[in-house]
T-cell receptor, first 114, second 116 residues
């Protein structure tokens, strides 16, 4: 079975530009999570969805960040405008609904804002 | 506040020796506990979990973990370390939210370095 698929794997862009990160969760999974990983702050949960509905976006750092899940097989995380401090690795993860089941992570998007 | 602590930023061990990566937690209720491993330029991979039952759980790649409720710990162990075990290890906990969610609280990670 295919795992969680993220694209692009690497993104380099200049500050002020719009950045869109994409995620395809594992088929049949109900939950989708977006994380950010940096050396300074470790792994941070940004937002998560249940059945395509955002449940908790308290980790979204600023209004410049937005996330959508238009259907069960696709989600985007958008940063507009981007800033150098947004440079990080962004992970998407998914899990089935059953309580206690593990999250499955994609291999991330390494984002560099110049 | 609910939290997970991994007190060691790095653990060094010689190949063939036993290894332990420590994790303690502070959450209410009966938590579910997880260990993940992250190799360079990869996402986190699930290793094992504790839900209920036997306090010693076995997972992938020969790893196991021991749940200790009185000490609120969930240490990761392996009897004989391999150089290929060198990676970043994360402990995570799902608190007893009283509802259906699989949101996790992650520790800060412990870098395991196994010397040949």
């Amino acid at each position: 079975d295919a795992g969680v698929i993220q694209s692009p794997r690497h993104e380099v862009t200049e500050m002020g530009q719009e950045v869109t990160l994409r995620c395809k969760p594992i088929s049949g999974h109900d939950y989708l999570f977006w994380y950010r990983q940096t050396m300074m702050r470790g792994l941070e949960l940004l937002i998560y969805f249940n059945n395509n509905v955002p449940i908790d976006d308290s980790g979204m750092p600023e209004d410049r960040f937005s996330a959508k899940m238009p259907n069960a097989s696709f989600s985007t995380l958008k940063i507009q405008p981007s800033e150098p401090r947004d440079s990080a690795v962004y992970f998407c993860a998914s899990s089935i609904k059953t309580t206690g089941q593990p999250q499955h992570f994609g291999d991330g998007t390494r984002l560099s804002i110049l | 506040a609910q939290s997970v602590a991994q007190p060691e930023d790095q653990v060094n061990v010689a190949e063939g020796n036993p290894l332990t990566v420590k994790c303690t937690y502070s959450v209410s209720g009966n938590p579910y506990l997880f260990w993940y491993v992250q190799y360079p330029n990869r996402g986190l991979q699930f290793l094992l979990k504790y839900i209920t039952g036997d306090n010693l759980v076995k997972g992938s790649y020969g790893f196991e973990a021991e749940f200790n409720k009185s000490q609120t710990s969930f240490h990761l162990k392996k009897p004989s370390a391999l150089v290929s075990d060198s990676a970043l290890y994360f402990c995570a906990v799902r608190p007893d939210y009283g509802g259906a969610t699989n949101k996790l609280i992650f520790g800060t990670g412990t870098l395991l370095a196994v010397q040949p």
